[in-house]
């Protein structure tokens, strides 16, 4: 079997599916991806919660509203200069495109959707895919961090750069954007709980298949 997916199926076999993304509706993902950048999720989920309690957690209500008010409501995930104007430019963007019709927006061809995603102020690689998979379906991998070091301690890429990771998952796997989901979140649960930055491979189960866990415990 592919290495690649090998290791899928062993992650899958040890923690189970992982059935992300936490959120009750495809507009809550988009708000959840924009308000990821550098804090923890927990921060994230009280916003999103202060979102709905005020009755704001809406395309139309998010781009009707004041940069101020979102503010008040989203402060907890930091960065409170930059992601309320940016959600509600997002949503405003949403509005004018396709009446916030999420089902419209998203029913254009992926690299059609993933430009325009790219073309909105804050939005990065890493957001615009997230976006694309978990809200859209789109069969896109989604890259980060964990992704990129679980990825080179197995040895199944030595790049850094974000298109030539993908591009290893999206030839490696079925396009599936359900296995693109799965995996990403088993890949991030793995990340948290073993393959940590300081790494307990002794417990791990891709260990037989890892060179750099090897390497640690020879
Ligand atoms: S063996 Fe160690 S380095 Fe390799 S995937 Fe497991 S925890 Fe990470």
Redesign the pocket.
């Known amino acids: 079997m592919d290495r690649t997916h090998a290791?899928f199926q062993r992650l899958l076999d040890e923690y189970g599916p992982q059935r992300w993304w936490p959120a009750e509706t495809e507009f809550e993902v988009i708000v959840g991806a924009l308000l990821m950048q550098q804090t923890a999720w927990a921060n994230v989920e009280r916003a999103i919660a202060n979102l709905r309690d005020a009755g704001l957690l809406d395309v139309h209500a998010l781009a009707a509203a004041s940069p101020s008010t979102i503010r008040r409501h989203v402060r907890v995930a930091g960065l409170y200069r930059t992601k309320p104007p940016r959600l509600k430019a997002f949503c405003r963007h949403l509005v004018d495109t396709c009446d916030g019709d999420l089902a419209a927006y998203f029913d254009r061809p992926t690299d059609v959707v993933r430009a325009d995603l790219l073309a909105q102020p804050g939005v990065g690689p890493e957001t615009a895919d997230s976006i694309l998979l978990y809200a859209g379906r789109h069969p896109v991998f989604v890259v980060d961090a964990y992704t990129i070091?679980?990825g080179t301690?197995?040895g199944l890429f030595t790049t850094q750069a974000y298109d030539a990771v993908q591009r290893h998952f999206e030839t490696h796997l079925t396009r599936d954007p359900d296995a693109y989901r799965e995996f990403h979140a088993l890949l991030v649960t793995?990340?948290k709980s073993?393959?940590?930055p300081r790494?307990?491979?002794g417990?791990?189960?891709?260990?037989g298949?890892?060179?750099?866990?090897?390497r640690?415990?020879s």
């Open positions: 290791a070091r679980i301690r197995l793995h990340a073993l393959c940590r790494p307990k491979c417990e791990c189960p891709l260990l298949a890892c060179p750099f866990g090897r640690q415990r």
